[in-house]
């Protein structure tokens, strides 16, 4: 009878996989509670396949509907009425339509089989097909970490009816593809008294995860009386592909509380996620030893405030930049700071930047890298930059004698740029702005100095890497045998490998053909372990012009090198994660060794993580 019963629930599963309405139906009726029809049925497929709903389509619309609606609203930044309106319509109607796959095991909601562990569904989107929820590791397990993020700094100060940036969380993926399900954060006072909503954004693509708005006591969870308030947003659509890094921007408005002056703590972050295995887990990100908060923001009340900076979303992220070995190269982009000046217009007149270089091994003097830097805004050049005095590979630079309207509550982006000296190469160089009334001059409407309410933060634009070649890395993988699977006397020994592919740029770059010359191997956490390089070759051997010693990428093409190693001694933590891999490819740009060049940003999949278990995590090929 036992055996009965299961083939007939095994039987059921499939003919409802089978029969299930697709969630991309077309919408064209205000649906509300007591609605019934197909309609309904197909908004209850549709909201069930998001986990919204946990109960079977029944084609009436009852409570849980209801529920399920506000929650969907919420994701899609629309008002949380519970009712299908024509906002709510439109939205359903965009999205994708949903096939289910025949499977069985796949009920009500199902990412993947109870069965046979396959997706239960497939989404049809522009460019393809793609597994539930975006996931293209199906049947890979793996892990999501979340980590303070450095996109927004702390202490920012905000007034009533202001909106800015207030936190942000890095999420890091492991072997699998992680589809985030939902999000939370605490914070050590009361938000709805002080903040009118909360939003979350892909600092990466710029696309809004999740919105809150009319935040009130009902949008949190008191989980300590009177210190910690905790507000859970539902999330759709978003992915973090495996071994990549995803930053999340937590935006706010400040309503007109009139309240006075507090400093509002955000004690923890949590995020969950499912891994191509249909796995759930939760990861949470709590202030370090010492510390009460990961992140922190001040609301200023009714007075006024002059000036709020930030880092801009189109500052360069960390890159190499192709310098000429023949002429001066112009208009390379440095960093680019928004400002805004905050309840009254200003003026802004003077500007002092910290601008830093260095070699491969030394510091390096800016004022021989640059030829000149300036201040931008828009087209507009606003000024000529005056270098000070040089130390230790610092060197300030001074923007004066011009005048910028910033109107109020505008925000302004200015841009740093430079034109970097011939023959320049195997240099980094990276721009900072401290933020305080030093290097910040200006007047407000009202002809007093300009106040810095978020004075202290530090904003620094990303390492970009001056290279004569111009050279890029891609399709990068890297392997590690089990650990100790060998042993030598009383040595453990365990062997990696690995690949990629480098890109010249308008000029030929040589890779040496020592490995230990030409890769540098990363051990973290790992005590009494040495990483040997043994061997380095090009995929297609040794060419008829590769130098003695050499292998040579000719300007404009690609070659794939691939390398071997040991480890020896090695030993897994008993309490964290190692890292083992590539940290730094070397080159030249002639085979004199004159101008030496390295990459060492951008290389996650040439690194490997291992952990208590005794085995590795391989991140497979990932484009960098």
Known sequence: MKRFSTILMLVLAFAFAVTASAAGDTFTKTLKKGSTGAEVTALQTLLASKGLLSVSPTGYFGNLTVAAVKAYQTSKGISAVGQVGPATRA?????????????????????????????????????????????????????????????????????????????????????????????????????????????????????????????????????????????????????????????????????????????????????????GTGVTTTNSLVPASGSTNVGSVNYGGTSN?????????????????????????????????????????????????????????????????????????????????????????????????????????????????ASIQKNISAVTASTSLTVNTTNIVGIDANSNSLTINSAGTVVSSAIQQLSASGATVSTASFS??????????????TNFSGSFTIVAGNNPLYISRTAS??????????????????NITAGNGVLSNDPTGFYQVTPGTSRIFSFNGTLQNITASS???????????????????????????????????FGVANSFVNLGTQSL
């Open 305 to 417: 405030s002059s000036l709020i900076v930030t880092l801009d979303a189109s500052s360069p992220l960390s890159t190499i930049v192709q310098t000429s070995v023949s002429a001066v190269t112009n208009n390379v982009p440095l960093a680019v700071y928004t400002l805004k000046s905050q309840n009254i217009n200003s003026t802004l007149q003077g500007l002092t930047v910290n601008v830093s270089t260095a070699g491969t091994s030394t510091t390096v003097d800016p004022t021989t890298v640059f030829q000149n830097i300036q201040l931008v805004a828009g087209s507009t050049v606003l000024s000529n930059g005056t270098f000070g005095t040089v130390t230790n590979g610092v060197v300030p630079v001074t923007f004066n004698n011009f005048n910028l309207n910033l109107a109020q509550d505008v925000y302004v982006p200015l841009k740093i740029v």
């Open 91 to 275: 939205a359903l109607n965009a999205e994708g339509t949903t096939v289910s796959t025949g499977v069985a095991g796949c009920g009500a909601g199902a990412m993947f089989s109870s069965v046979t562990g396959q997706a239960c569904t497939t989404t049809t989107t522009t460019g393809g097909t793609t597994a539930t929820g975006g996931i293209k590791t199906v049947g890979v397990a793996g892990s999501l970490d979340i980590a303070k993020g450095s996109a927004v700094g702390n202490g920012t100060t905000y007034n009533d009816g202001q909106s800015g940036s207030i936190t942000s969380f890095d999420l890091k993926a492991g072997a699998s593809d992680e589809a985030v399900t939902a999000m939370s954060v605490d914070f050590n006072q009361r938000p709805w008294l002080y903040m009118s909503s909360l939003t979350f954004v892909n600092q990466q693509t710029g696309a809004t995860i999740a919105t809150v708005s009319g935040l009130s006591a009902a949008n949190f969870t008191e989980i300590t009386v009177g210190s910690d308030y905790r507000i859970t947003v539902p999330v759709t659509g978003m992915v973090v592909p495996a071994g990549q890094r995803v930053t999340v921007i937590v935006n706010t408005t400040f309503g007109t509380s009139n309240r006075t002056t507090q400093m509002i703590l955000i004690t923890r972050a949590d995020v969950r996620a499912v891994d």
């Open 575 to 609: 309490t964290n994660s190692v890292t083992v891999g590539i940290s730094k490819i070397s080159f030249t740009d002639d085979t004199n060794n004159a101008i030496k060049s390295s990459i060492s940003t951008g290389l996650d999949a040439l690194n490997a993580y």
């Open 480 to 493: 590690v045998s089990n650990p100790g699977s060998n042993t030598t006397g009383n040595s453990k020994v």
């Open 517 to 534: 010359t030409a890769l540098t191997p990363a051990l973290s956490n790992i005590a009494s372990t040495s990483a040997t390089l043994l």
